[in-house]
């Protein structure tokens, strides 16, 4: 974790009682704001808090998914902490996601992510990633459109797990949700992910493109 650090919850000290969405209000149990190393040079970002998130406060935390994603973590060398605790030990990545609060019953809305932008658009000027992970459909065609060239709408998370895509001054590598992650899935974003991280990906990143 970056040495000028002080916590890993909400680091940046984003609003924590935001309340732009009316309807999510009445909905959430808190808002859940990036969590993770400052100086990390891999961004995962997920569509919105699972239940576990909403309960606990911290991304891809405090449910069957959350501990499936952050066993993926673990073996990427990421997570020094077992993967069902709600506070992990993350070095060299930070989670975050495109809306910070929870409706149980829908996903959030065009409307609903566009007012939260700003917060996304914040943490990746701060932390200046090297890679971003869009974890899911949702946040794969967001990133994608924000961040790449090419039509966001030929990005499919399934077709396009465990690969590089070429963006703006990083890469993408989509990963499936982790509540739909298979074992064959998760060994690929792995070996894919380690093999990205032996290779000086700062000389040659961009190289690799869709």
């Known amino acids: 974790m970056d040495a000028d650090q002080q916590t890993r919850e909400n680091p940046f000290g984003m609003d924590e009682d935001c309340r732009n969405c009316p309807e999510l209000c009445a909905t959430r149990e808190r808002v859940v704001h990036g969590y993770g190393d400052v100086g990390a040079d891999f961004l995962f970002v997920g569509e919105m808090p699972g239940e576990g998130a909403d309960r606990t406060g911290v991304p891809f935390t405090g449910d069957a998914a959350g501990e499936r994603f952050q066993d993926v973590l673990g073996h990427l060398g990421l997570n020094n902490s077992l993967p069902d605790s709600d506070e992990p030990e993350l ?20 409307e609903e992510v566009d007012t939260c932008e700003p917060y996304l658009n914040a943490e990746i000027r701060m932390i200046n990633p ?72 700062r000389q040659t990143k961009g190289r690799r493109s869709r």
Request: one cysteine or more; a negative charge.
């Open 91 to 110: 070095d060299n990545a930070f989670v975050t996601y495109l809306t910070r609060c929870r409706d149980p019953e829908r996903p959030p809305t065009d």
């Open 130 to 201: 090297e890679i971003i992970v869009p974890v899911g459909q949702r946040a794969l065609t967001e990133l994608a459109r924000e961040y790449t060239t090419t039509d966001a709408g030929e990005f499919d998370v399934v077709e396009d797990h465990a690969t590089t895509i070429r963006g703006r001054g990083f890469e993408l590598v989509p990963m499936v949700h982790p509540a739909n992650l298979g074992d064959e899935q998760a060994e690929a974003f792995v070996q894919h992910f380690l093999d990205l991280m032996d290779r000086d990906y």
